[in-house]
């Protein structure tokens, strides 16, 4: 399979300087850039090429510790700027084993384009190969598009990295409970179990029958899961919290309605909607402004 360098471009809208000082100085480097966790310049002679150590953590207390340097850095006489590298690590547990990239700072009329391509050679033969192209490139790929609008985002709006870090976490940690959640009531109580409180408060809150509860029960529990999935899907996720607000205390005064005594329950209906209600509120607020990748391009002009 031939393998496509990693691209990604942006417009930032800053001082070249001051974007220049952002991804050059390894204290400011680290701060945006989702792949490494540390950045460290060693010492060197004048006129000498930097060398620099790097760490990504990967959970666990792992983490993948390499090396890179500085081929050299050009400035143009329209201002632009590139610099070079060349990096890799002899960790036996990386994917990656040795690489080559350049970033670009070119000047437009009202921002600057800054871009970055980059290539590796892969660990682990053909195994290594496939597992890249399949899943570690498109990560990569997207992990250093979502740092170039973090970034973006830092050097336009004054909002530090770290901050938008954990409202984008945050909000992704949010979409993930509720897909959880809703998938899970829609299937294990309703479909796979059925259990008999399901179906005895349906009927009683409608005051139906008990097949024709156990028919409504069956239709609720498929359009719960496909509720959850939307939460994976659907991109406007603050619509998706604000249905919630009045969904929550729509079903829990239908559990109180349907069975008054479920309020003596452990873990009830009630303060179980109610976390969901108030998680579904902090949703709202931090789902403005999230970072995203899709705002970088990342196909060169001219290449398809």
């Known amino acids: 399979m031939k393998r496509k ?122 195994i290594g190969r496939f597992f890249d192209h399949l899943v570690f490139r498109p990560l990569i790929g997207w992990g250093t598009a979502l740092s170039f609008d973090v970034l973006k985002r830092w050097l336009e709006k004054g909002e530090a990295p770290i901050s938008q870090y954990r409202r984008f976490f945050s909000h992704w940690m949010i979409t993930l409970l509720f897909f959880f959640v809703w998938v899970y009531q829609g299937l294990v109580p309703k479909l ?13 809150l409608l005051s139906i029958t008990g097949s024709e509860a156990y028919s409504l029960v069956t239709t609720i529990g498929m359009v719960e899961i496909i509720f959850g999935l939307i939460w994976l899907l659907y991109h406007h996720k603050k619509r998706l919290l604000k249905i919630q607000l009045f969904l929550f205390p729509l079903l829990t005064l239908s559990a109180i309605i349907a069975e008054p005594a479920s309020l003596s329950h452990p873990f009830n209906p009630f303060t179980f909607n109610v976390a969901l209600f108030v998680l579904s509120i902090i949703g709202v607020f931090m789902s403005n402004d999230i970072p995203t990748a899709k705002s970088c391009k990342r196909t060169r002009e001219g290449v398809k």
């Open 5 to 126: 360098p990693i691209y990604v471009e942006i417009a930032i809208d800053s001082e070249m300087d001051k974007l220049w000082e952002a991804t050059q100085t390894p204290e400011l480097h680290e701060q945006w850039d989702l792949r490494f966790s540390s950045i460290t310049y060693l010492p060197k002679q004048e006129n000498e090429t930097q060398h620099f150590e790097y760490k990504t953590n990967i959970g666990f207390g792992l983490n993948i510790a390499g090396w890179g340097k500085s081929v050299g850095a050009f400035h143009a006489k329209d201002d632009s700027r590139t610099s070079s590298l060349h990096f890799g690590t002899d960790q036996a547990i990386s994917i990656i084993r040795e690489g080559k990239g350049y970033w670009k700072y070119k000047p437009e009329q009202n921002s600057i384009k800054f871009l970055t391509q980059y290539d590796y050679e892969t660990n682990f033969g053909a």
């Open 192 to 204: 796979v179990m059925m259990h008999p409180e399901e179906v005895s408060m349906t009927s009683s």
